[in-house]
């Protein structure tokens, strides 16, 4: 990759900007779950219109993953995560419309998952190139997957804990968590566009070739990464979206607070556990998504034993234990990323990654459209077997199918011992 220094940031650092942009991204992107309670008792909304303002996160969400890496492979990272951004404004500004009618809430939504598949396709792809040589010399190999993930998972649980605490104890509920992430979005806008860029402008070739990402027919990717990829957010939206929904009999009218908590207590400890999870990463065991996918059967039993027994207290034994299988999922799965996919299609293939791991957000969806017949309890302990099944397919993949020679750099084993 040739580097392409434009921009008048100031090169050590400028991955600092990225890092925000991703980060009041995320924030955009999550400050709407856990007031799925207050739309439903103070709305009037129904369990399936509050399901549809769900659902249509996820459809904004795949297509831009999908595009958004190949665009910024084409035209540079800087225009299209400055667009996330401005959709990161205009998601907010239509969600604190929101009580004038569902219209604005669809819409909102809908751009907050456009927001959320920008900053994952580009923003990481960019982050990574900013902390490498010539713009980060003192970064380590593994620095660019580990401040993504950090990026991620500080700006989701930031926008779930000033959302949640202010629509619990705060004025104007349904307004002042987005005009509060307005306030703290907009700056970006001005350092993203004064960020250097990492990829030439106008490369040639067509669209249609850029939007192939040859590495994703890897097998690596597709026997390693694949079958661990959807466990990720399937964990967040089972810790944090569906647990509460679990026990709301059990917390009462402190529902939506408790939902908050456990959000942040998911997503706090996802991003704690990421300096270990860049420490025990191996290429050659995939021993990261091995630990992923271990904590995720560990965390779908106690989530099994909270719903069965009513438990709180469970209830937030299995978000932390969640938590930690994000958290090593996440850098993980990055780290794979990176190993596998050349610099033409790093973004491309980032972008397909997050689109599978999406794909495991629907998980509560499915699962309350069998039940009944089948119960809870059934289902959670057929998903833990089946996330162990998982485990045992990477296990054996991951030593047939070695990274690419090339990218696998010794580097990446070696103790994330500096901070992000």
């Not at 991204?25 to 909304?45: A, D, I, K, V």
């Not at 910024?72 to 969600?95: E, F, K, M, N, Q």
């Amino acid at each position: 990759m040739t580097p392409v220094t434009a921009g008048r940031g100031s090169a050590p650092t400028a991955w600092r900007a990225v890092f925000g942009a991703i980060f009041v991204s995320t924030w955009c992107g999550n400050q709407f779950s856990p007031l799925l309670l207050m739309y439903e008792q103070r709305q009037h909304y129904s369990t399936v219109m509050v399901n549809l303002f769900l659902g249509v996160y996820v459809i904004g969400m795949a297509p831009a993953l999908l595009v958004a890496g190949a665009l910024s492979d084409r035209y540079g990272r800087r225009p299209l995560l400055l667009t996330g951004v401005l959709t990161s404004l205009a998601a907010s500004t239509a969600l604190a419309l929101g009580p004038l009618g569902a219209g604005a809430l669809f819409a909102g939504r809908l751009l907050s998952g456009v927001t959320v598949g920008i900053a994952m396709a580009v923003g990481n792809s960019w982050l990574k190139e900013l902390s490498q040589a010539p713009y980060d010399t003192a970064a380590d190999a593994g620095s660019g997957a580990r401040r993504a993930s950090l990026a991620f998972t500080l700006g989701s649980a930031c926008g779930a804990l000033v959302a949640g605490a202010l629509a619990q104890w705060g004025p104007w509920k349904e307004v002042l968590p987005f005009v509060l992430h307005l306030a703290v979005a907009l700056p970006f806008g001005w350092l993203v566009a004064r960020a250097p860029e990492t990829v030439a402008g106008g490369r040639a070739g067509r669209l249609r070739e850029r939007l192939r990402v040859p590495a994703a027919g890897h097998r690596r990717f597709a026997r390693v990464v694949t079958p661990a990829a959807p466990w990720l957010f399937a964990s967040a939206a089972l810790a944090y979206g569906y647990l509460p929904v679990l026990l709301s009999d059990a917390t009462g009218r402190w529902g939506l607070a408790y939902a908050t908590a456990l959000t942040v207590v998911t997503l706090g400890v996802a991003a704690l556990v990421q300096p270990w999870a860049k420490r025990m990463d191996r290429p050659s065991t995939g021993r990261g998504l091995l630990m992923c996918l271990g904590f995720t059967v560990a965390g779908l039993l106690v989530m099994a034993a909270a719903q069965r027994w009513q438990s709180p207290a469970l209830g937030v034994a299995t978000a932390v234990v969640l938590g930690c299988g994000i958290g090593f999922g996440l850098v993980s799965g990055l780290l794979e990323v990176q190993r596998i996919a050349g610099p033409r299609d790093l973004a491309g293939l980032t972008g397909v990654f997050y689109a599978l791991a999406y794909a495991g957000f629907l998980t509560p969806t499915v699962l309350a459209a069998v039940t009944p017949p089948l119960t809870t309890t059934v289902l959670l302990l057929a998903l833990a077997a089946l996330a162990a099944v998982c485990g045992a397919v990477v296990l054996r993949s991951s030593r047939r199918h070695p990274p690419p020679a090339a990218r696998e750099d010794a580097g990446l084993r070696q103790p994330a011992g500096s901070p992000a």
